[in-house]
């Protein structure tokens, strides 16, 4: 009797594997370049061709750099669970520091950002009661420190995922 090829192993190291070298570490310097040329990747193949081995391999060698938070989502577990443990962990150990080291004004200028959807500059000063050079200097560290982005001239926005919630919750006005 032939044995099926296609067994399901869920990334377990199949009997013969074909390395992915240079796919690999491709993906793996896109995602740990200072700049990252990309941020998301689609993988996909016929069942059986190493997909999910594929995957974990990238996850475990992400999982060793300690600058890296791995998070498996299991496809029929609860993703709202997976959400809430999330963000809790980017709370306790991301966002606290962060909001620990900002200045008082830095924090006025990103509650500015995080109350106004339209992400406007000027819409956003007129929020806070701020000058333009004064948020203009704010903005700029703000960008200096990977927590706000120019998305075109005269908007801006945050790039955390969930800090404007963050923001909004620890604000102290």
Known sequence: MKRNPYTITF???????????EESETILRDFTDEVPSQQVYIVTGVRGCGKTVFMTEIANTLKADLDWVVVEVNSQGDMQKTEEDVRQYLEEYVYD????ELSREDKRALYGIAVCPSGKVGDIREQIGMSTNTFSTYRNRLIKKGLVEKQERGYVTLILPAFDEYILENMEM
Not at 97 to 100: A, E, G, L, V, Y
């Open 11 to 21: 990334g377990r190291e199949p009997a013969q594997s074909i390395p992915r070298l």
């Open 97 to 100: 520091k962060i909001w620990s």
